[in-house]
Structure formats: structure tokens, C-alpha cells
């Protein structure tokens, strides 16, 4: 499957990448929305798995439970073809096809002298976001390398080379052996803004947080950054509105605590009233399973469908 999905991206960069110079980018984004509306009905077993997430978890009524996963499987079906023109949003096209929210809240954390965590969820559209918000300031991403197949391989450059060439991203890479709270850390004491995850799939140290119904399990290496070089995490949260035809991009409160379990339940909280508003946004729904944790109580993590 993974095959599959590599030489897929590669097939579609191959014929959408040069439409990003042809085509007017309004007719492009046109292109991206209409195939997403026929591809959304694939998805069916993330369709199940978000269904049972929603319901159990959120307690949404059936049909509104419904709508938000038609919604962000559509989302999905952005996601690849979202990085043929992550280096194509200008200041001028973000602010015609983007709507962020909350600037003053990433301008009061950087005051601070202190760096920033910017924490994103994965939203499938936060390949958007991430250059959108990079006009408010430059950001650095951090990027694991990993060997991998050939076919894979092909996948990854064409990814990288696309992401490497957005203006206002400037990327850290690591190595599996490197020690990338060094990394981080240098990068803060500069009082640059470090994009992170905060719902990964490769971690091994979890932190557990109230999440409406139940408790979700967060990676606790982004909390624990935040409270030991004092930086604030500001909550990175996107969408598309697709009343609107707009991308949503919502830069959540500063949010600087104690100990990182403050903070992640902070985060939590932000995260939390999103999703009331747009639970479209987050593609987690379909990855959530029930786990036992250390102490035997049932949690959610996010190793669930693909």
C-alpha cells in the first residue's frame, strides 16, 4: 500500500506540479476541491473509524458526525496536492485565499524573547498553513531522515525539494541518533519559531489529557521542550471552509506553564473548543483506538487506520 500511495504522488506530481505555473491558481484550487469531492468516498474504512471516534468520544448526533467526516475526508484528499503549490502562497495569495486568525497571539510569544513551539495537529492542510503563517515570521521545521526504498525514496525528494523551496520555511534536519532538543534548543535561544507536532505518530513517551468523553494520549516531548527552555507553545489549528471556499488558519493563545502536564492539558483545552467549532479539521478521528495505558486505564492514542 505504501507503494501504491508513493508512485500515486509521484504520478500526480508529474501533472499537477506544472499546473501551478499554467493554469490561473484560483483554477487550480478549483481542480484540487473537485477531485477531493470525488475521492472523499473511498476512504471507507477511515470513514468507519471516524464515525466510532466521534460518536464515543465527542458525542456528536449522527448527522453532524456525518458531515464533519465528509468534510475531512475531503480534506484528505487535499493533502497530497496541497505540496504542488506549498511554495506558491505569497503574501497577496495567502491573504485572498487564507484566513488566519490570531496573529497578535504569535507576535505577543515571539516578544518574549524566548523562541516559539509552534504546535500544529495534523490537519491535512497544514502545508498551507505552515507557509501562510510563515509570512507573520520565518519558521523552522524539523525533519527526521530515514533510509528508505527506492520508490519511497523518489517520493521523498520530490516532497522535500517542493517543501525546501517555500521562501519562508528553513528546515533542521535530523538524524535518528541526533539529539534534536539540542537542535531545538539552539533554535529558541535565537528566538526563532520552531514548527512541531503534537499528535505524531512516532513517539514512545505519552502524556494523557482530559479530551471531551475521554482521555487522549499526546506526545510529551513538545511539553517537556516548552517548559524547559520557558518557550510558549502557540496552538496551530486549519481547515477548509468549504462554504467559503477559503482555508481557515487559527493561531491559538500563548501557552506557558509550569510542568509539562499544565501545558499539555492547556493545549488540550485550546484544542478542545476548535474542534466544537470545525471537528472537520483534525484527521485523527479515523486514527484513534482505545489502548490501555501504564496503569491499566483505557486511553485513545492515534495508531489506529492509516
Not at 503574501?91 to 504569535?106: D, F, Q, T, W
Not at 489529557?209 to 510558549?232: E, I
Amino acid at each position: 500500500m505504501a507503494r501504491i500511495r508513493s508512485l500515486f504522488y509521484i504520478c500526480s506530481f508529474l501533472v499537477f506540479r506544472p499546473l501551478s505555473y499554467i493554469l490561473p491558481f484560483r483554477f487550480y484550487l478549483l481542480l484540487i476541491r473537485v477531485l477531493s469531492i470525488f475521492s472523499a468516498s473511498f476512504y471507507f474504512r477511515r470513514r468507519a473509524a471516524a464515525g466510532k471516534a466521534l460518536q464515543a468520544v465527542q458525542g456528536l448526533a449522527p448527522d453532524k458526525a456525518d458531515k464533519a467526516i465528509t468534510e475531512g475526508l475531503r480534506n484528505v484528499s487535499l493533502f497530497g496536492f496541497l505540496d504542488f503549490i506549498a511554495d506558491k502562497w505569497t503574501p497577496g495569495r495567502a491573504e485572498k485565499y487564507a484566513r488566519i486568525e490570531g496573529k497578535e497571539n504569535l507576535e505577543k510569544a515571539i516578544s518574549g524573547g524566548k523562541g516559539v513551539l509552534l504546535t500544529y495537529v495534523h490537519s491535512n492542510t497544514f502545508n498551507v498553513a505552515l507557509p501562510c503563517t510563515g509570512h507573520i515570521k520565518e519558521i523552522y521545521p524539523l525533519v527526521v531522515l530515514e533510509s528508505k526504498g527506492w520508490l519511497s525514496g523518489i517520493h521523498a525528494k520530490i516532497r522535500g525539494d517542493l517543501w525546501e523551496s517555500v521562501p519562508n520555511l528553513e528546515f533542521t534536519y535530523l538524524d535518528r541518533e541526533e539529539n534534536a532538543s539540542l537542535k531545538i534548543k539552539h533554535l529558541l535561544r535565537r528566538g526563532d519559531v520552531v514548527a512541531i507536532t503534537a499528535d505524531g505518530l512516532h513517539t514512545t513517551k505519552f502524556v494523557s489529557v482530559p479530551f471531551f468523553n475521554t482521555v487522549l494520549q499526546l506526545p510529551m516531548g513538545v511539553f517537556k521542550l516548552s517548559t524547559l527552555f520557558r518557550a510558549p507553545i502557540v496552538p496551530l489549528f486549519s481547515g477548509f471552509d468549504w462554504g467559503e471556499g477559503r482555508f481557515r488558519i487559527s493561531l491559538g493563545k500563548p501557552i506557558l506553564k509550569d510542568t509539562p502536564v499544565e501545558t499539555a492539558n492547556a493545549f488540550s483545552a485550546q484544542f478542545q473548543a476548535h474542534l466544537k467549532k470545525y471537528p472537520s479539521d483534525w484527521s485523527g478521528w479515523w486514527r484513534m483506538t482505545p489502548v490501555k495505558d501504564e496503569k491499566g486505564a483505557v486511553v485513545y492514542n492515534l495508531y489506529s487506520v492509516r
